[in-house]
């Protein structure tokens, strides 16, 4: 898709950007989650915001720097510690994959 993106610098400029759509999966938790692919970008990493912290259930306490699913307050997850995951740096895509398509369509 094209749109117009402002980044750092604050000058909007038109672009080609990627949508997918992955599962993310945190501790036994599986949030689907969309992500926007900047092709033109190299050396970034991905951000998870607010929206995804909503859709996955999660709370931080900054004051005693943790995190926690919201329906289990007391099981509290320290930052920074690292689990048995997968850290993905960079992907690269072929021309027209990962293109946002309809839910009929991926089935086939």
């Known amino acids: ?33 969309s992500f926007v692919i900047m092709p ?11 929206k995804f912290l909503k859709k ?7 004051e005693k720097e943790c995190w926690f699913f919201r329906n289990k307050p007391e099981h509290t997850f320290k930052y920074g510690i690292k689990t048995n995951s997968v850290n993905i740096n ?5 021309q027209n994959e990962a293109q946002k398509i309809k839910d009929t369509a991926k089935m086939k």
Not at 56 to 62: K, Y
Not at 90 to 94: A, D, G, N, Y
């Open 1 to 33: 898709m094209d749109a117009v993106v402002t980044l750092a610098d604050g000058i909007p400029r038109d672009k080609k950007l990627l949508v997918t759509n992955l599962d993310v999966k945190i501790k036994d938790k599986i949030t689907p989650t």
């Open 90 to 94: 960079s992907i690269t895509l072929r």
């Open 56 to 62: 996955a259930n999660i709370g931080i306490d900054f």
């Open 40 to 50: 033109y970008l190299t050396q970034n990493h991905t951000l998870l915001g607010r």
